[in-house]
């Protein structure tokens, strides 16, 4: 009995890796006999300059990332401190 489940190079619903057919950055075709430069692991690049193009623009993404989860953050302690110090302020009738 031949089972119902087999596997799959390229599961559904996932991105698959890039192929090395093409640079990731300018989608120059890579020939067999050119270089291929790669980043990331699995990343393929024409060249050295694409590939260094590449990794600056996922430092200045990694950097604006961080300064957006440093706003997030100032702006969420800002605002529970706020609702602290609104919560201590009781008035006393006597």
Do not use: W
């Not at 890039?18 to 006999?33: E, I, S, T, V």
């Not at 690049?45 to 706003?71: K, N, V």
């Amino acid at each position: 009995m031949a089972s119902a489940f087999f596997f799959d190079a390229e599961p559904l619903c996932e991105p698959s890796a890039p192929a090395l057919d093409a640079c990731a950055l300018c989608a120059k075709p890579l020939g067999r006999d050119s270089d291929i430069f790669m980043y990331r692991g699995d990343t393929p690049f024409c060249s050295e300059e694409c590939r260094h193009e590449q990794m600056q623009l996922d430092a200045i993404r990694a950097r604006q990332a961080a300064r957006s989860a440093a706003r997030r953050q100032q702006l969420y302690s800002s605002g529970t401190e706020s609702q602290h110090q609104e919560s201590r302020k009781v008035s006393v009738a006597s």
